[in-house]
């Protein structure tokens, strides 16, 4: 790569964290008008009082609790709630949804994603007062005001293949052209040549006084809009005006469709060549500019004959994402959360074939490679010529016109010698402008990989997808500018309600360690070993045996989860079930799942680490998990995804609700760290709604059943033998769990190297963060110097 590319990765990424530490600078002034609880020996207490709200006389008829401190409770059992949480998820984050009050918080990137879809500032200020059961605290007002009088009011549009810098407010343009740097990057045209290229899309097009072209505003679309709007009052020709005049008096925003009064923006052409330095200085001046990308009067850039096939049905749900960022005929770049099993892939899939342009599809390994392009071609009619793999295996050539490339982040960020065919296809795409930058599990990337990614590929719009959001820096705030605004996030229990997933019955089973284990746990200084010894307590292997049987007999079909190797070729052995880790053959791999899948044979499979994503086993319905990875979130939804697919016999009428068609078992054992780790990893959940339901007396019912049918482990003696196999077992249990990492880091490069250049354990953390209790933990490395010695290559290397 270039010194020049370094340098925009670079720059861009400081741009973005200007941007980062603005934000947390306006939220650090809401949270400092936070009222403290005071206790009554004087001392503070935790959280905050808001008792002293003053409520409004007619509060019953409203559903929402505003606190000062920008914190939002919604009773979700209330009539208003539907449209409420449109409004709600559209201007806050999501915090926690159990079943009967939400939580939502306000922050500068919630309010940064509604102004983006053109909800203007009084229209947020005026609903959200208008739901709120207690009077607006003035200082809620006031931090929105403030985050969003600037955002949003300038954006850049590529129009006709140009670049305008575009505002409904000519007094911003002329702001910004006070800068020099801007001011010499604008391109002053003629009359004739203004129509021809800023017009509207009719080409209509004129300028004023200051020379800005005139033209009419792209109008946003009715679905992003109608939140707006008083309950039960959409077609109101009052309520269209009143939107209409408060669009046009206040900052920006929304109109309504069919209205009276044609909207204007004004705008300025820049050169293509000073487009980044424009946003920068557009970021200096507190006005940074939002990217649109008018896809349809792009006539330079070939289109990619691709069109959703007739049986291609978008749910509501995918609709309504894709409304947002597609709502005023342009495409927005930003995020969009979808839980595992909504269809994040075909949501992708849609984005692509709308814009009609090449397409760089990032994955996370080469399966997911294989994976996108079977759903391509499974939803579209794009030509097998127009549809590429870019892996460390397979370099397929792009077609000269148009593609879809789909390849992995560690393909293009790769900063290391390539073979000639990889180097000729790297600067292929290096040397195109590519309509759409869809980034799968957009979280997991660190923000270096990822400024490597942006400096290499040359993209009008970017669409993150990702089930969770979820990472313990802060470096999830980079997104917001790196990639767009998160435009839409899902609601787990609603689309569970409505048959689009799963009902899943959470359970956690507490299994208390027998005598001798628990003597040589707490004795043990090994920490792999104390691992492993309440991984295999004998209670857990009782347990596991009798709900493997039960669910059998019921026609379940069950995976087995476990992340030490060697506990996990244990439960196989003991179940007599075939079993996936790392090591096992590809071939063989994918006929366990073939008969698992297809046939009644394979009930119960076992499956370390490498089954928690890129495995597709939409007819399992139970897991039972009897080790993880420390306190990782992440890892427990995405587990919880292998069985989140809609079954066959799901009811999509609401009645989902209290009837359970799946089961995700998390066996504990008590007294143990486990505990702790289970706490940290259930926190994603339980805030997304779920309930997991804790159960102290299965594991005795488990001791009389392993009795009475005879067990593998149901005496005293059996677990003793157990405990001497394992206290001399360290050897083989250090040997599988390198053999496990080497055989996913040879059959998964391309993941391996993105974990490395993510996940770094770093000394002088905090306990929770060194043992994974909060989470994974990103640390940017410095490469050192470029000059090394050949003798000390391979030491760097590993």
Same mark, same amino acid.
């Given at each position: 790569?270039?010194?020049?590319?370094?340098?925009?990765?670079?720059?861009?990424?400081?741009?973005?964290?200007?941007?980062?530490?603005?934000?947390?600078?306006?939220?650090?002034?809401?949270?400092?008008?936070?009222?403290?609880?005071?206790? /009554?020996?004087?001392?503070?207490?935790?959280?905050?009082?808001?008792?002293?709200? #003053?409520? %409004?006389?007619?509060?019953?008829?409203?559903?929402?609790?505003?606190?000062?401190?920008?914190?939002?409770?919604? /009773?979700?059992?209330?009539?208003?709630? !539907?449209?409420?949480?449109?409004?709600?998820?559209?201007?806050?984050?999501?915090? =926690?949804?159990?079943?009967?009050?939400? +939580?939502?918080?306000?922050?500068?990137?919630?309010?940064?994603?509604?102004?983006?879809?053109?909800?203007?500032?009084?229209?947020?200020?005026?609903?959200?007062?208008?739901?709120?059961?207690?009077?607006?605290?003035?200082?809620?007002?006031?931090?929105?005001?403030?985050?969003?009088?600037?955002?949003?009011?300038?954006?850049?549009?590529? %129009?006709?293949?140009?670049?305008?810098?575009?505002?409904?407010?000519?007094?911003?343009?002329?702001?910004?052209?006070?800068?020099?740097?801007?001011?010499?990057?604008?391109?002053?045209?003629?009359?004739?040549?203004?129509?021809?290229?800023?017009?509207?899309?009719?080409?209509?097009?004129?300028?004023?006084?200051?020379?800005?072209?005139?033209?009419?505003?792209?109008?946003?679309?009715?679905?992003?809009?109608?939140?707006?709007?008083?309950?039960?009052?959409?077609?109101?020709?009052?309520? +269209?005006?009143?939107?209409?005049?408060?669009?046009?008096?206040?900052?920006?925003?929304?109109?309504?469709?069919?209205?009276?009064?044609?909207?204007?923006?004004?705008?300025?052409? *820049? %050169?293509?060549?000073?487009?980044?330095?424009?946003?920068?200085?557009?970021?200096?001046?507190?006005?940074?500019?939002?990217?649109?990308?008018?896809?349809?009067?792009?006539?330079?850039?070939?289109?990619?004959?691709?069109?959703?096939?007739?049986?291609?049905?978008?749910?509501?749900?995918?609709?309504?994402?894709?409304?947002?960022?597609?709502?005023?005929?342009?495409?927005?770049?930003?995020?969009?959360?979808?839980?595992?099993?909504?269809?994040?892939?075909?949501?992708?899939?849609?984005?692509?074939?709308?814009?009609?342009?090449?397409?760089?599809?990032?994955?996370?390994? =080469?399966? !997911?490679?294989?994976?996108?392009?079977?759903?391509?071609?499974?939803?579209?009619?794009?030509?097998?010529?127009?549809?590429?793999?870019?892996?460390?295996?397979?370099? +397929?050539?792009?077609?000269?016109?148009?593609?879809?490339?789909? $390849?992995?982040?560690?393909?293009?960020?790769?900063?290391?010698?390539?073979?000639?065919?990889?180097?000729?296809?790297?600067?292929? *795409?290096?040397?195109?402008?590519?309509?759409?930058?869809?980034?799968?599990?957009?979280?997991?990337?660190?923000?270096?990989?990822?400024?490597?990614?942006?400096?290499?590929?040359?993209?009008?719009?970017?669409?993150?997808?990702?089930?969770?959001?979820?990472? /313990?820096?802060?470096?999830?705030?980079?997104?917001?500018?790196?990639?767009?605004?998160?435009?839409?996030?899902?609601?787990?229990?609603?689309? #569970?309600?409505?048959?689009?997933?799963?009902?899943?019955?959470?359970?956690?089973?507490?299994?208390?360690? $027998?005598?001798?284990?628990?003597?040589?746990?707490?004795?043990?200084?090994?920490?792999?070993?104390?691992?492993? @010894?309440?991984?295999?307590?004998?209670?857990?292997?009782?347990?596991?045996?009798?709900?493997?049987?039960?669910?059998?007999?019921?026609?379940?079909?069950?995976?087995?989860?476990?992340?030490?190797?060697?506990?996990?070729?244990?439960?196989?052995?003991?179940?007599?079930?075939?079993?996936?880790?790392?090591?096992?053959?590809?071939?063989?791999?994918?006929?366990?799942?073939?008969?698992?899948?297809?046939?009644?044979?394979?009930?119960?499979?076992?499956?370390?680490?490498?089954?928690?994503?890129?495995?597709?086993?939409? +007819?399992?319905?139970?897991?039972?998990?009897?080790?993880?990875?420390?306190?990782?979130?992440?890892?427990?939804?995405?587990?919880?995804?292998?069985?989140?697919?809609?079954?066959?016999?799901?009811?999509?009428?609401?009645?989902?609700?209290?009837?359970?068609?799946?089961?995700?078992?998390?066996?504990?054992?008590?007294?143990?760290?486990?505990?702790?780790?289970?706490?940290?990893?259930?926190?994603?959940?339980?805030?997304?709604?779920?309930?997991?339901?804790?159960?102290?007396? @299965?594991?005795?019912?488990?001791?009389?059943?392993?009795?009475?049918?005879?067990?593998?482990?149901?005496?005293?003696?059996?677990?003793?033998?157990? @405990?001497?196999?394992?206290?001399?077992?360290?050897?083989?249990?250090?040997?599988?769990?390198?053999?496990?990492?080497?055989?996913?880091?040879?059959?998964?490069?391309?993941?391996?190297?993105?974990?490395?250049?993510?996940?770094?354990?770093?000394?002088?953390?905090?306990?929770?963060? @060194?043992?994974?209790?909060?989470?994974?933990?990103?640390?940017?490395?410095?490469?050192? !110097? =470029?000059?090394?010695?050949?003798?000390?290559?391979?030491?760097?290397?590993?």
């Amino acid at each position: 790569m270039s010194d020049e590319a370094a340098g925009d990765q670079v720059e861009e990424y400081a741009n973005a964290r200007k941007l980062v530490l603005r934000a947390a600078t306006r939220e650090a002034l809401l949270k400092s008008g936070k009222t403290t609880n005071v206790g /009554e020996d004087g001392l503070p207490v935790s959280g905050a009082d808001f008792s002293n709200l #003053t409520l %409004k006389p007619d509060h019953c008829a409203r559903p929402v609790w505003t606190c000062p401190d920008g914190a939002i409770y919604l /009773e979700a059992f209330h009539e208003l709630y !539907s449209s409420a949480y449109d409004f709600l998820v559209a201007i806050a984050e999501p915090v =926690a949804r159990p079943e009967f009050l939400h +939580e939502y918080k306000l922050t500068p990137y919630s309010l940064y994603a509604a102004v983006a879809t053109n909800i203007d500032t009084e229209s947020i200020v005026r609903v959200l007062d208008r739901l709120s059961k207690n009077v607006l605290p003035s200082g809620v007002a006031g931090f929105i005001r403030e985050c969003t009088k600037r955002y949003g009011k300038a954006k850049l549009v590529l %129009k006709h293949n140009k670049f305008f810098v575009e505002s409904e407010h000519p007094a911003v343009l002329r702001e910004l052209l006070r800068d020099s740097k801007i001011s010499q990057a604008r391109v002053v045209e003629d009359s004739a040549a203004a129509a021809a290229g800023g017009g509207d899309d009719d080409g209509n097009a004129a300028t004023d006084k200051d020379g800005f072209l005139v033209s009419g505003r792209a109008e946003e679309m009715e679905e992003n809009l109608k939140i707006l709007r008083e309950p039960g009052g959409d077609d109101s020709d009052d309520d +269209e005006e009143d939107l209409l005049a408060t669009s046009k008096d206040g900052s920006g925003g929304g109109g309504a469709g069919g209205s009276k009064t044609k909207l204007t923006t004004v705008a300025f052409q *820049i %050169k293509g060549s000073a487009v980044e330095t424009v946003k920068k200085q557009a970021i200096e001046l507190d006005y940074p500019l939002m990217e649109e990308y008018d896809f349809r009067n792009d006539t330079v850039n070939p289109n990619v004959p691709m069109d959703l096939k007739p049986h291609a049905r978008i749910r509501r749900y995918q609709e309504r994402s894709l409304a947002k960022m597609f709502g005023n005929g342009r495409a927005r770049s930003g995020i969009i959360v979808l839980p595992c099993g909504a269809g994040k892939t075909l949501t992708g899939v849609t984005a692509a074939q709308t814009i009609k342009k090449s397409v760089v599809c990032l994955c996370t390994n =080469a399966v !997911s490679v294989l994976q996108w392009k079977y759903q391509f071609q499974l939803w579209t009619n794009i030509p097998d010529d127009r549809i590429c793999c870019f892996t460390s295996d397979k370099k +397929e050539t792009l077609h000269p016109e148009s593609c879809v490339l789909i $390849t992995t982040y560690t393909m293009i960020s790769y900063g290391g010698k390539r073979s000639d065919k990889s180097k000729l296809v790297m600067d292929d *795409i290096q040397s195109r402008e590519w309509g759409l930058l869809l980034m799968d599990e957009v979280h997991v990337v660190p923000a270096k990989m990822f400024r490597r990614v942006i400096g290499s590929v040359k993209a009008h719009t970017r669409l993150g997808l990702t089930a969770t959001l979820v990472r /313990e820096d802060d470096l999830i705030s980079d997104l917001n500018f790196l990639i767009g605004p998160k435009l839409y996030e899902a609601n787990w229990m609603d689309l #569970t309600a409505q048959g689009y997933l799963a009902n899943v019955q959470c359970v956690e089973v507490w299994c208390p360690m $027998t005598g001798p284990f628990m003597k040589e746990y707490l004795g043990s200084h090994n920490a792999r070993l104390k691992q492993l @010894l309440y991984v295999m307590n004998p209670s857990k292997l009782r347990t596991v045996e009798y709900l493997v049987n039960f669910h059998e007999a019921r026609g379940d079909k069950i995976i087995v989860f476990s992340d030490l190797v060697y506990s996990l070729k244990l439960y196989a052995d003991m179940l007599k079930k075939p079993l996936i880790y790392g090591e096992t053959p590809e071939k063989e791999r994918q006929a366990i799942l073939g008969i698992f899948r297809a046939t009644k044979t394979v009930s119960t499979i076992c499956i370390s680490k490498v089954g928690d994503t890129s495995i597709d086993l939409p +007819e399992a319905n139970v897991i039972i998990q009897v080790s993880s990875h420390f306190g990782s979130r992440r890892q427990e939804a995405q587990r919880l995804g292998r069985i989140l697919r809609p079954k066959s016999y799901t009811q999509t009428d609401g009645s989902n609700r209290s009837s359970f068609n799946a089961f995700f078992y998390t066996l504990v054992s008590t007294d143990t760290q486990e505990m702790f780790y289970s706490a940290k990893r259930q926190q994603y959940l339980i805030d997304q709604g779920y309930t997991f339901k804790i159960v102290t007396n @299965l594991c005795e019912m488990c001791d009389v059943e392993a009795k009475i049918n005879n067990y593998a482990y149901s005496t005293p003696e059996d677990d003793l033998k157990l @405990l001497r196999t394992l206290l001399t077992s360290d050897v083989e249990m250090e040997k599988d769990q390198r053999a496990e990492d080497t055989a996913i880091r040879k059959n998964n490069e391309d993941g391996a190297a993105l974990a490395d250049a993510g996940v770094k354990r770093t000394a002088g953390s905090t306990l929770a963060q @060194l043992s994974g209790g909060t989470g994974m933990r990103y640390r940017e490395v410095g490469g050192g !110097s =470029a000059k090394r010695h050949p003798l000390f290559a391979k030491r760097k290397r590993r």
